[in-house]
């Protein structure tokens, strides 16, 4: 039989990313491999930092490769002077004029960017690991994002400035094609949408949304002519509804968190008066707040959004998902508070949201959740394992100093996260040794309420809080030290970050120390939120239920912490009250739980103990002591 002609498949060409196209032209550059491997590779997903040998290994057989593909389909010329030099030396050398050339004849060994590609295959390491940190592991994650976000997408990600944000957009969409998914058109860096001072004319037929800082209304819906207007002298100086409006919130002034609620409450309601129901909120009228009553439980999806700045034409009212109960309360019980104002000061005739009841929500038997506050075996472990992390060099290591001693701040104290974010160095005081009263660190805070405390801060607390100042350049011991307890270390290179920090303009490094200003309360729990991550990714060997409690632990969950444990120490109920900061001595008591606990191990006892007992009496048999019908003795106590 004659033999028959068999079709030989060759594998594919060997792919490489932009990275490793990097990292070549940097070893031929003559930049030593151990260095290549630290800038362009991730150590987490990659040997060579510990072995450069292998990565040495890689680049000759990738420039071979490159080699192989030019003399293929390069020029004569090129093709030529490669052979040359491989039968010269043994291999191509290549200088950096000559690499280039190997790179654009070699265009069909570039692998393709996919969407499902990890972002370590095309980003810089130090890039890739801010950005899987926050969630995004593949090049869809990171299209997915910024169309989520909008333009200031790279705020929420630590480390990816402006700039770096500006090439990586542009990179996603040159290779739309191989991605498959693109960067939505209105995702740039020059966001915000609407310049930073011009208004936003709300009106029903544009649908646009904008804050109430930067909100203005149509005549006919300013409420110039609200037919709820009073028809006497009034108080204030209001010509329209967002005078009046404003009028009532500069009476919170200095009170942040409470401004921010009413005013989040209030632009909320114009919004959906304006555009939803057409209405100005001077004319609403019981049937009005009825409906918004309901649109609160399942808001318009025009309405809601994931939160970004207030000053991105992205920014939406309400997050997804909606409110919850105890939050459609709190709105509806928020505004008829404003409007009782509203009709004191003689703005309005009458306040419609008094025929309102308001939503149903569930009694809670205990509203705290003292349930996610850690053990104290969990809480031993995470102490234990950030202390250890206090020597790690790098700029993970100076976030880990941050995180421990904002961990601390509310885990050993009892701080709000709020609270916590806001300290400054005068409000720590060291207080001598009195008698049998130890010397204690003493740290002032003004609480919910504008109610002055005094909270004792450990002395690991203290230790850790050194370390974070020594990162920071500042000295703890310094009498005139004024600076924020905990603040980031790195500063975005935005103007408003750099107004925030009390930065000159003429300073260009990022990293300068800020001086005037610490976390903000969302900056805070990003940093909270990531040391959990970060915990549970370090922390092994924990149980299945210590990691469902660690997983599920919030700032407020450390604060729970400090009351449980210090309860079950003994610590008289009263102290604690005045500690954590509380307005009632019946809110301190929920943390008295060692006394359930106890109840329930008695009782468990008790019941387990019962079939040996009928077994030794016998059910209905009398006992010889007392001539009575054995039954088990419950104590009154």
């Given at each position: 039989m004659a033999n028959q002609v068999q079709q030989l498949t060759l594998p594919p060409p060997r792919t490489y990313s932009r990275t490793e196209f990097a990292a070549?032209?940097?070893?031929?550059?003559?930049?030593?491999?151990?260095?290549?491997?630290?800038?362009?590779?991730?150590?987490?997903?990659?040997?060579?930092?510990?072995?450069?040998?292998?990565?040495?290994?890689?680049?000759?057989?990738m420039r071979d490769d490159l080699v192989q593909l030019a003399i293929l389909h390069g020029s004569p010329v090129l093709a030529d002077h490669l052979r040359a030099s491989i039968a010269k030396h043994g291999s191509?050398?290549?200088?950096?004029?000559?690499?280039?050339?190997?790179?654009?004849?070699?265009?069909?060994?570039?692998?393709?960017?996919?969407?499902?590609?990890?972002?370590?295959?095309?980003?810089?390491?130090?890039?890739?690991?801010?950005?899987?940190?926050?969630?995004?592991?593949?090049?869809?994650?990171?299209?997915?994002?910024?169309?989520?976000?909008?333009?200031?997408?790279?705020?929420?990600?630590?480390?990816?400035?402006?700039?770096?944000?500006?090439?990586?957009?542009?990179?996603?969409?040159?290779?739309?094609?191989?991605?498959g998914v693109t960067v939505s058109a209105d995702v740039d860096t020059s966001e915000p949408l609407v310049a930073p001072g011009d208004t936003v004319v709300i009106e029903p037929a544009s649908g646009q949304l904008a804050p109430l800082e930067r909100m203005a209304l149509p005549r006919a819906l300013s409420g110039g002519r609200g037919t709820n207007r009073a028809p006497i002298f009034p108080y204030i100086r209001a010509r329209h509804d967002l005078d009046a409006v404003r009028a009532y919130l500069a009476g919170y002034a200095g009170q942040t968190a409470t401004q921010g609620a009413y005013v989040r409450e209030l632009e909320r309601l114009m919004l959906w008066a304006t555009l939803q129901r057409g209405v100005a909120l001077s004319s609403l009228t019981v049937e009005d707040c009825e409906a918004y009553k309901a649109f609160l439980a399942a808001p318009a999806a025009a309405f809601t959004g994931p939160p970004v700045s207030r000053s991105s034409g992205r920014w939406r009212p309400f997050a997804p998902g909606g409110l919850s109960t105890d939050s459609q309360r709190y709105a509806v019980r928020a505004i008829r508070a404003a409007f009782?104002?509203?009709?004191?000061?003689?703005?309005?005739?009458?306040?419609?949201?008094?025929?309102?009841?308001?939503?149903?929500?569930?009694?809670?038997?205990?509203?705290?959740?003292?349930?996610?506050?850690?053990?104290?075996?969990?809480?031993?472990?995470?102490?234990?394992?950030?202390?250890?992390?206090?020597?790690?060099?790098?700029?993970?290591?100076?976030?880990?100093?941050?995180?421990?001693?904002?961990?601390?701040?509310?885990?050993?104290?009892?701080?709000?996260?709020a609270e916590a974010a806001a300290t400054r160095r005068p409000a720590l005081e060291w207080l001598p040794a009195d008698g049998e009263v130890p010397p204690t660190w003493l740290l002032q805070v003004i609480g919910k309420g504008d109610r002055e405390r005094f909270v004792p801060v450990s002395e690991e607390c203290i230790a850790a809080l050194q370390a974070h100042w020594r990162d920071r350049g500042l000295d703890f011991s310094a009498p005139d030290a004024g600076a924020p307890l905990v603040a980031p270390l790195v500063i975005p290179g935005t103007k408003k970050a750099r107004e925030k920090f009390g930065l000159d303009e003429d300073q260009e490094d990022g990293n300068e120390v800020p001086r005037q200003a610490g976390y903000s309360v969302r900056g805070a729990r990003g940093l909270t939120s990531w040391a959990i991550r970060q915990l549970l990714g370090h922390l092994t060997d924990l149980s299945e239920s210590e990691r469902r409690q660690l997983a599920r632990t919030s700032p407020h969950a450390l604060r729970h912490t400090f009351g449980t444990q210090a309860v079950a120490a003994d610590v008289p109920l009263d102290v604690v009250q005045r500690i954590m900061g509380h307005a009632?001595?019946?809110?301190?008591?929920?943390?008295?739980?060692?006394?359930?606990?106890?109840?329930?191990?008695?009782?468990?006892?008790?019941?387990?103990?019962?079939?040996?007992?009928?077994?030794?009496?016998?059910?209905?048999?009398f006992s010889e002591d007392t001539n009575e019908t054995c039954s088990p003795r419950i104590s009154s106590e």
């Open positions: 070549l032209r940097a070893r031929v550059q003559g930049v030593p491999t151990g260095k290549i491997a630290r800038l362009y590779f991730d150590s987490d997903t990659t040997p060579y930092s510990e072995e450069p040998e292998l990565l040495d290994r890689f680049l000759r057989t191509a050398r290549l200088a950096r004029a000559s690499l280039q050339m190997v790179e654009q004849a070699s265009r069909l060994a570039v692998a393709e960017p996919m969407a499902d590609h990890a972002v370590g295959l095309w980003l810089r390491p130090l890039i890739a690991r801010h950005l899987t940190a926050s969630g995004i592991g593949t090049l869809g994650d990171l299209v997915a994002f910024a169309n989520r976000r909008g333009g200031s997408w790279w705020r929420s990600v630590p480390r990816i400035g402006s700039g770096r944000a500006r090439v990586i957009v542009a990179w996603l969409r040159r290779h739309v094609g191989s991605l009782d104002w509203l009709v004191d000061v003689r703005y309005l005739a009458g306040n419609p949201w008094r025929a309102v009841k308001d939503p149903r929500t569930v009694r809670r038997a205990q509203k705290m959740k003292i349930d996610r506050a850690l053990p104290i075996g969990l809480w031993t472990r995470v102490r234990v394992f950030l202390a250890g992390r206090t020597d790690s060099a790098g700029p993970q290591g100076g976030r880990w100093r941050a995180a421990r001693a904002l961990l601390l701040l509310m885990g050993d104290s009892g701080l709000r996260i009632s001595l019946q809110t301190t008591t929920t943390y008295v739980t060692a006394e359930r606990r106890r109840m329930r191990a008695e009782l468990s006892r008790f019941t387990r103990g019962w079939p040996d007992r009928e077994r030794s009496s016998g059910r209905g048999e």
